[in-house]
Every structure is written in C-alpha cells, then in structure tokens.
C-alpha cells in the first residue's frame, strides 16, 4: 500500500491534518495567556474557545512500545494472558502496540518453530537486564500476538532488524507478519534510532543519514514484494529531526508515517534527571514540536511518537517509577495531541523502572503511576482539540480542552505545590448535564502506590457560567466531561 492510500483510508488518523492548526508556541510553554477573567492570588482561569479546532485526536492516539526482545518468548502477547490483556483494554479500546526497540536490531527469524515454552518478560535493555547476543522470533509469536491483538482491539507497529539483518530476511519475516496481521498491522518500520547506529570498526563512527536512507532502499521493494499492502513508516530515530526532515522528503511516496523518540533526559545518574524534570517542558521538547508541526503540514504525514518516556536507559528509580510520572504523562500527551500528532507510544517492559504495566517474573502484571496519566489522556481520544487561554499568575499550571459532540473535555494539571482555585469561561451553550470531575492524584509527588485516576462527583448545571470555582490540589490532574443533551 502506497502512502497515497494510506492516507485517503484512515479515516480519522488523518482528518486532523485538514483543521486549522493555530496553537502558538506561548501556548506550548505554557505561559499566561490574556483569558477575560482576571484570577486573584491563589486562583487560575481558563478560557475555552470550542469555536476554535486545532486538531482531532485520533481514536488509536494512545499507544504502548516493548522491545522486539518479548517475542522471543511467544506465552507473553498471547490471547492466555488476561491479567496483561485486561490492562491493556482498560488504556485503551483501540491503541496501538509498538514492537522494535534496541533489540529489534538483535533479532533473527527463525521462521516456522515454538519458540520458548515459557512467558518470561523482557526489560529494556539500556537497564542491564537484556544480556543476549541475539533474540529468535517463529511464527508461534506472531500467531500469539495476533491473538493478543484480537482480545485487546489493538493494532500494531512492527520493527525489523536493518542494521544487523539483510532485506531477505526482513522480507520473510515481513510477509508472515503481514499476512497473519491482516487489517491489525498499522505499519511496518526498518531499524530502530538509526541515528545513533555506529560502525562496527576500529573508527566506530555514527551513520551517516545517507549510509541509512542507502540501506533503507534496499530493504524497501524486497519488504514491499513480501507485503505489497503493508504501510511502511520511520525512521524512527532517537532526536535527530533533520533526519525525519530528510526522510520525509525523500521517502515522500513510500511511507505512510512518519516516526520518532522522545525522553526527557538522562542517564540516570545525572543529577538533573529529577522530579522538577518531570513537570516543566524542557525546552528540547518545544523545539520538537515546532519542528513537527511545520513538517507535518508540508509532507501532510502523520507523526506518531513511536517510543519515548521519562528518563532514557531504562528509566530512575524514584523518579520513573512516582506520582509525577503521572502528571507528566498525562501533561505529555496532551501537549502532543494538541500540536497534532496522530499518537503517544509510552516504552516499557517488564519490571522496568518507567514501564507504564509493570510484569514481574511470575507474569503478574500491574499498572505503575505513569499508566494513570495515560488513562486520562485518553479520554481525548476521538474528540478536536480547541483552543485554549490560560492565566495561571506564574503557577506551573497547564489546560487542554476537546469537543466530541455536543460534550466537551477540559483537563487541568497542577503541578505546583499550592493549592489553587480554578475559574473556567467553558464557552459552552445549550444544553448540557452537570459536569463529571475525575481526579488524577497521589499521596505525594514521589508516591510509588496509590495512584488514582478517578470519578469524585458533579459540578454545575449551567454551563455558561459554572463551574465557577474549582479546587486543584497541589500536584494534582483535573478532567471535567460536560455531557450535553
């Protein structure tokens, strides 16, 4: 499937391309916005403007990455495994799953075979615990993931090997994946942060994006005989946007997505990689942004983050793995939806310190605070983003707001230690049920259990003027659903 398919058939994964695009960058950094209501020390005020869209959030906006290495043991994505199965729906109705990672590039497929009998769990690999030279995939695990994907509602992004395997290979493994998945495969994707790929000489230098878009080509027509309907997206790389600048124009014709990483930061053993990191943008991320905004409006392809997360190798203790990862996830994307791009695949794995479902070795599987962030986030799935204006006199304050419908969303985030009143002109009219107000909240910001992201009561009748007044807790995710009738 060409790119120009592509396209004129997802349906909602491309209409936001077509609604006007008119978020400022004040608004991504989130700084005071005039609102017409004019806040008092201890409040803050948000307009809404539903009669402004900027972009529709995709239905499969929400996503989740695991390392190509979890294949390996094929009793893991499988329809048996309910515990996992059960997280997974609850996310999200129709996300996506991300396959690739650091171990797609140490994969072999090994075709027809069972694989490992057991539903051992695989961690990222940068935090240590991913020690093999190399990992076999059979068509026992992909039949498993299908089942896996059938009993979720998820569709899938597949990586394959580019730097270490060779396009025939690539091939078989592509059209057997592609033929098992059917209408579940979203996109095919060769390599995976191609732009820190290094020489395995005595030099060790990076690849050049040329070295890559060479062997790209390679592999394109094999995997395209292969899986002749097959999207293929990229190139996925770790932070070089002048990749993705170069690929997208390259690649216009055979691509159907565009793809990329985002971490916050890191080692963690560098000493800024701390709660504070976690709630104020770096400034790294608005550059980003702007950068995909522009790109996706002059290739008029989609960008999906395909993998990213707090802290890269693995994630920090005490930072990953607490409340305000929650907030910032929820925050994150948010951010994202709002700059138009078509998903969020949040990194994990096993017991690993960022991991939005956590896996232990007896494959008991649990969510972790990053999840409920999530959970709040997709509410937005399937509604237009509008415009917002917020005041928030100097407080680390953040809104979003969405319609689907007759309803409308508004999500608030505190992230400061105050206590704040929180005054909203909804701009709504018409008629409209007391809003629903669900609670994004923790013990602390460093708490690791008790995490919640719940229904705490109705507020208001009126929507033109109510609700009035609402109290944000410090370190704290607000979502207010108007349901009209």
Not at 412 to 426: C, E, M, P, W, Y
Request: proline fraction near 6%; aromatic fraction near 8%; hydrophobic fraction near 40%.
């Amino acid at each position: 499937m060409r790119r120009r398919q592509f396209i004129q058939g997802a349906g909602a994964v491309a209409a936001w391309l077509h609604l006007p695009r008119v978020l400022t960058a004040q608004a991504m950094e989130g700084q005071t916005q005039p609102t017409g209501i004019q806040p008092k020390p201890g409040e803050v005020a948000l307009r809404v403007d539903t009669s402004t869209p900027t972009h529709l959030v995709p239905a499969n906006y929400t996503g989740l990455s695991y390392e190509s290495a979890q294949l390996a043991h094929p009793l893991f994505f499988a329809a048996e495994n309910k515990g996992l199965i059960e997280l997974v729906k609850r996310l999200s109705p129709a996300g996506v799953l991300r396959i690739g990672g650091n171990t797609s590039e140490l994969t072999h497929w090994a075709g027809e075979g069972s694989g490992s009998t057991g539903a051992a769990v695989a961690e990222p690999p940068s935090a240590g615990k991913n020690t093999a030279e190399s990992y076999t995939i059979t068509s026992t695990a992909i039949r498993n993931l299908r089942g896996f994907l059938d009993a979720t509602g998820w569709k899938l992004i597949y990586g394959l090997n580019l730097k270490n395997g060779t396009p025939e290979e690539a091939a078989a493994e592509a059209g057997f994946v592609a033929h098992t998945m059917g209408d579940k495969l979203l996109a095919l994707q060769f390599g995976n942060e191609p732009d820190l790929f290094h020489h395995d000489d005595e030099n060790h230098k990076r690849w050049t994006y040329e070295e890559y878009a060479t062997k790209w080509l390679q592999f394109e027509p094999v995997v395209r005989a292969a899986a002749p309907k097959a999207v293929l997206a990229g190139p996925d790389v770790a932070s070089n946007w002048g990749w993705v600048q170069k690929f997208a124009a390259q690649m216009h014709d055979d691509v159907g997505m565009l793809t990329g990483h985002y971490y916050i930061g890191g080692p963690p053993s560098n000493p800024t990689m701390n709660l504070d990191a976690l709630l104020t943008p770096p400034q790294h991320l608005l550059d980003e942004i702007a950068v995909i905004e522009r790109l996706v409006t002059t290739s008029g392809l989609p960008y999906r983050m395909a993998e990213g997360n707090t802290c890269y190798n693995g994630g920090k203790p005490g930072v990953s793995d607490t409340f305000a990862s929650a907030l910032w996830a929820g925050d994150y994307m948010l951010q994202l939806a709002q700059a138009g791009y078509s998903g969020v695949n949040l990194h994990g794995g096993g017991e690993g310190w960022y991991t939005p479902i956590a896996t232990d070795a007896a494959g008991v599987s649990s969510p972790r605070p990053v999840y409920f962030g999530m959970l709040l986030a997709q509410e937005f799935a399937g509604a237009t983003m509008v415009e917002t204006a917020l005041n928030s006199l100097g407080e680390n304050v953040t809104g979003y707001a969405a319609v689907r419908g007759k309803d409308l969303l508004v999500a608030v985030f505190n992230k400061s230690a105050k206590k704040l009143q929180l005054r909203l002109d909804s701009g709504l009219k018409g008629n409209h049920r007391a809003a629903k107000v669900s609670m994004l909240t923790a013990p602390s910001l460093d708490a690791k259990q008790d995490v919640k992201f719940e229904l705490t009561g109705r507020v208001g009748k009126d929507p033109t003027v109510l609700p009035r007044s609402l109290l944000l807790a410090p370190y704290s995710g607000m979502l207010l659903q108007f349901v009209g009738v």
